[in-house]
């Protein structure tokens, strides 16, 4: 994810090339694509989106069993009713503390950390009032009953069985829309024929159901902030340099409109008018920006708490549901980390790709100096796909209403969550 323009385009983050796994959200619970398999690994990590975590992270969703979802013989039970259905409810206004483990650190520049990171929290909630029917252009959040990916079909778009956060047009505008060949991309082959799914870290893109994660664009979840309209609305950027807070602020999409040609196909305002096609710019959120500050410092290869023995957290404040009745949302949180092999900030873009790379895949040479056939040559196993890597985490369906009426305005509501059963995290 980069602080991205059309023009001027600043790749973001250079990550260890060993890294397997991430973010993990802890409370609230995230999925990390799990729903209520009986086992440790997540069975499908494609269900809804593309963490890049390991399949052992991540929280099941929770149950709502009457008394419990176990068989005779105490064991879970997945198919009894009930199971699958258990939901957490948040009042507007209310505190909700959420934590999180990384594994590769973050922390302030200026402390001299191994790595640059920004974390990256929004939220998403249904586009229609509770009772609307599905459509392929709704956003309707669910949790579903299968692992299986939701089908990239119409009927698949509205078949409560699938979990479901994006809508299905937003991923069909993805993959119709071309990708932004300004990106730098190193000297990865992305493809051109898979649309805004092939990104420098996803080279093969997907298209239709060939490694889809959900309704999930690729492109935009590479990417922050995202030049083309989205459903997520922004929290708060938690930064390794505040120096940059103040784009971050201008330019989320809670304050400032995104553009989009109507014939999906073209990618920039100019392409979409040559084609004699219409740029519609759609108004921002009408949010206040999001809360900018800096990382607390995190070891590397650590997935714990932070230096004072405490969670690593963020306490967010809840808005109000965009409908009167309440509404279902999802929370997600974006990890993006580099290391300083080169300078990801420093106007890097497409003019830096393929030969003129700084950084190549798996390179060969003599890097003691003795000599070929004495020192050399060496090989070092670097995959540039993952030099510039986002990782990411999402919860389960959560329940927002409005504050009850016996509550004074003024009186603070604090969320306590249980985190649950997770899987074993192996690393």
């Excluded at 069975?43 to 709502?64: I, M, P, T």
């Excluded at 590479?222 to 930064?239: C, E, G, M, N, Q």
């Excluded at 602020?249 to 400032?256: A, I, L, R, T």
Aim: glycine share 8%.
């Amino acid at each position: 994810m980069c602080a991205l323009y059309q023009r001027e385009l600043l790749v973001f983050l250079l990550v260890l090339p060993s890294a397997v796994a991430d973010v993990y959200m802890n409370s609230p619970r995230g999925s990390n694509n799990k729903l209520n398999e009986p086992r440790n690994n997540a069975q499908n990590q494609n269900r809804l989106f593309d963490s890049q975590n390991n399949a052992a992270g991540g929280y099941q969703v929770g149950d709502k069993c009457e008394p419990v979802c176990s068989d005779a013989n105490g064991q879970y039970d997945n198919t009894l009713p009930g199971a699958g259905e258990g939901i957490m409810y948040y009042y507007e206004k209310s505190q909700l503390t959420v934590e999180w483990t990384v594994q590769h650190a973050c922390g302030a520049e200026e402390d001299g950390p191994k790595t640059h990171c920004e974390l990256i929290l929004q939220y998403m909630c249904n586009s229609e009032p509770d009772g609307r029917g599905d459509s392929d252009t709704a956003v309707l959040i669910r949790d579903g009953k299968t692992t299986a990916t939701i089908p990239n079909t119409p009927e698949g778009a509205v078949d409560p069985q699938y979990g479901k956060h994006e809508s299905r047009a937003y991923y069909q505008s993805c993959v119709a829309r071309n990708r932004n060949n300004g990106l730098f991309t190193a000297d990865q082959n992305v493809r051109s024929d898979r649309g805004a799914t092939a990104t420098r870290q996803n080279p093969n893109g997907n298209n239709g159901n060939n490694g889809r994660n959900g309704y999930e664009c690729p492109e935009e979840r590479d990417y922050y902030p995202y030049w083309h309209p989205t459903p997520w609305k922004d929290i708060a950027v938690i930064t390794s340099d505040t120096t940059r807070c103040s784009s971050y602020k201008e330019d989320s999409e809670n304050v400032k409109g995104r553009g989009q040609c109507l014939d999906p196909e073209h990618n920039t305002q100019a392409a979409c008018e040559d084609a004699g096609a219409t740029w519609e710019v759609s108004a921002g959120f009408d949010l206040d920006p999001p809360e900018c500050v800096l990382a607390r410092w995190s070891r590397d290869n650590h997935h714990g708490n932070g230096l004072d023995g405490y969670s690593l957290n963020y306490n967010w404040t809840l808005p109000e549901p965009p409908h009167a009745d309440g509404t279902t949302c999802a929370l997600r949180m974006r990890y993006n980390i580099s290391t300083a092999d080169y300078d990801a900030w420093d106007d890097v873009d497409s003019r830096y790709n393929d030969d003129r790379s700084p950084v190549k895949n798996n390179p060969e040479k003599d890097f003691v100096g003795g000599g070929t056939g004495v020192t050399g040559p060496l090989r070092l196993a670097i995959n540039t796909a993952q030099y510039g890597r986002t990782f990411e985490d999402r919860s389960h369906a959560f329940r927002l209403l409005p504050r009850p009426e016996d509550v004074s305005s003024s009186a603070k509501i604090y969320n306590l969550n249980v985190r649950g059963r997770r899987g074993n995290i192996v690393q």
